[in-house]
């Protein structure tokens, strides 16, 4: 692994020091690679192969603590907030375990995210259980792990809940406000037509609240409302505040806790400018302080915000075909295996060569960059600015660090890839490669 020397300078117009794409302190070295956690991308690519996820997991700490400091900046009295790693976003045990050790609690959304938040050490108290469709061996193993709080999603799980439960259980009830945010309606949450939660309409969450009410079992501290995901504005956290407010006026007065969910948007292009974590939080709080006072506690649930923009997939370059007249397709090594999004959402990303980083791209021959797999969708960005590339090149995208790894898949046979943490100039695995063998080694 090449070492970072303090000395060392940076390369002239460098595209990636201060990107708010990449995660803090990448550079271009002076070899012209890509440097990450003071890593050679290169170096990393030759001994752990591609494709690979990379993180710097310094980043997603200084994310962490950007939370609970922009948190107590605002003055307010200790425990009075409380941060959760949405851990949808990056499902990987060593990133449970950095959120935990930054004093964070955690969120997680079935059995097998709870599992990883139990191996990476997380205490039941610190754990929020999600989930529209919890199973009884989910709840079940909830119970025994002694998770703190239950998220209640629907009626069929108040029921559930009722017959395994010997002992009271914290829960909050899921309630969906009635606001769409802009962002992708795949990833809008909050509103009257969703899956998740019980409306605000036609006493659909007052009834529910009233079942929870009945049930010896269940104690009810709190509300919840989780409006979307990858949001630039911070006035719809406002009106979720509001309608939250309104219902607990009536269903629950003084609540102990709450949670206004994640959604904080990142930077997936170099001109993006999302609000910054600070000021995300002293929305939140101030919305909440404003609507029902000093009273509840404020959960926060950043997923994307924490580990996104901490981590990027490096890909190696396969072919390069010319079609004269219409684009040119750079193929590499992976594609919607990997990274779901550009298919599912037309999400945008942005690229870069991890060995040619400092030359410029023509302005005027984009390149499109193709998955390997057997789809014709299976496009990982249209129009990418890059050099034109050479099999044998490693094509970087970064901004993959969240719902990346998380919603990888074996389309094609094609092994998961591995996830990396790149810090002070050491690379090292924390989530080996998947290989062929694993593909048939669940066979019966
Ligand atoms: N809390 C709850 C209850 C959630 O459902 C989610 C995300 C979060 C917190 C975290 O939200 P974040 O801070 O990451 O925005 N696969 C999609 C995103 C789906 C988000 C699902 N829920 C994507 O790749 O954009």
């Not at 941060?83 to 930054?102: M, N, W």
């Not at 139990?118 to 754990?127: C, D, S, V």
């Not at 600015?385 to 094509?395: E, F, H, K, M, Y």
């Not at 901004?399 to 074996?410: D, E, I, L, R, V």
Request: proline share 7%; with cysteine.
């Amino acid at each position: 692994m090449s070492e970072t020397s303090a000395a060392s300078r940076a390369v002239p117009s460098d595209p990636v020091a201060g990107s708010p794409v990449y995660p803090a302190g990448s550079r271009v070295n002076e070899a012209g690679h890509l440097e990450i956690g003071g890593c050679d991308i290169v170096d990393v690519a030759r001994e752990f192969g591609t494709p690979a996820y990379i993180y710097a997991p310094d980043d997603i700490r200084a994310r962490a603590r950007a939370y609970v400091d922009g948190l107590a900046a605002l003055g307010e009295p200790a425990g009075s907030a409380e941060v959760l790693y949405a851990s949808k976003a990056a499902p990987v045990t060593a990133i449970y375990e950095i959120c935990r050790e930054e004093g964070l609690s955690v969120d997680v959304a079935s059995g097998g995210e709870l599992t990883m938040a139990l191996r990476a050490g997380f205490e039941g108290e610190h754990i929020y259980l999600h989930g529209n469709n919890k199973s009884e061996a989910e709840l079940r193993l909830a119970i025994d792990a002694g998770v703190g709080t239950i998220v209640i999603d629907s009626l069929d799980e108040v029921e559930r809940l009722e017959r395994l439960l010997e002992r009271p259980q914290r829960v909050l009830i899921r309630l969906t406000p009635g606001i769409k945010p802009s962002t992708h309606s795949y990833i809008q949450t909050g509103q009257l037509d969703s899956k998740f939660g019980f409306g605000l309409a036609h006493g659909v969450a007052a009834a529910a609240a009233e079942r929870i009410a009945a049930i010896p079992q269940l104690e009810l501290v709190g509300v919840h409302a989780h409006i979307g995901s990858q949001i630039f504005e911070l006035e719809p956290f406002e009106r979720a505040a509001e309608a939250l407010a309104g219902f607990c006026a009536e269903h629950l007065p003084d609540p102990e806790i709450v949670d206004l969910g994640g959604g904080l948007g990142i930077a997936y292009a170099g001109a993006d400018e999302p609000p910054s974590i600070a000021g995300y939080v002293g929305a939140k709080l101030a919305a909440v302080r404003r609507h029902f006072g000093p009273g509840p506690r404020l959960l926060l649930e950043p997923g994307r915000s924490l580990v996104g923009n901490a981590g990027l997939t490096v890909y190696e370059v396969g072919t390069v075909k010319e079609i004269p007249g219409v684009r040119t397709y750079a193929a590499v090594d992976g594609g919607m295996s990997d990274n779901l999004r550009p298919m599912l959402y037309g999400s945008a990303y942005e690229a870069l060569l991890a060995n040619r980083a400092s030359e410029r791209a023509p302005a005027d021959s984009p390149i499109t960059v193709a998955g390997m797999h057997c789809e014709s969708g299976d496009i990982l960005i249209r129009d990418a600015a890059l050099p034109r590339p050479r099999p044998g090149d490693l094509l970087t995208i970064p901004a993959t660090g969240a719902y990346g790894h998380a919603m990888a898949n074996n389309y094609n046979g094609v092994p998961r890839p591995p996830v990396i943490f790149c810090s002070a100039g050491e690379a090292r695995v924390v989530v080996r490669r998947e290989s062929w063998e694993d593909l048939v080694s669940r066979d019966v």
